[in-house]
Nanobody, 119 residues
Framework: QVQLVESGGGLVQAGGSLRLSCVAT????????MGWYRQAPGKQRELVAS???????NYADSLKGRFTISRDNVKNTVYLQMSSLKPEDTAVYYC?????????????WGQGAQVTVSS
């Protein structure tokens, strides 16, 4: 069974940095696009960044320059480096991946990692 397991969330002061990690486990053949979404209280889930298997990255316009997505294809892991954090970055951050496994192709989500930025 494929699972996405996130780590690295927490509480940080405004201006600080955090790095989120997400590892895909299970009987995986290949992973296509991996990405990060976030959902703040009372708001819809939104794309933060995504990255293809070849390393091509895409960012939400408002986050360019502060957030960096990367991945390690050997470790089946995607990272999100967040810098110059602002209180409005407070949200639950979800990992997402499109994976082909022994059970076929599917889109998977992590359990979510809380990021809280204090002012």
């Amino acid at each position: 069974q494929v699972q996405l397991v996130e780590s690295g969330g927490g509480l940080v002061q405004a201006g600080g940095s955090l790095r989120l990690s997400c590892v895909a486990t299970g009987r995986i053949f290949s992973i296509n696009t991996m990405g990060w979404y976030r959902q703040a209280p009372g708001k819809q889930r939104e794309l933060v960044a995504s990255i293809t298997s070849l390393g091509s990255a895409n960012y939400a316009d408002s986050l360019k320059g502060r957030f960096t997505i990367s991945r390690d294809n050997v470790k089946n892991t995607v990272y999100l480096q967040m810098s110059s954090l602002k209180p409005e970055d407070t949200a639950v951050y979800y990992c997402n991946a499109r994976i082909t496994s022994t059970t076929g192709w599917g889109t998977y989500w992590g359990q979510g990692a809380q990021v809280t930025v204090s002012s």
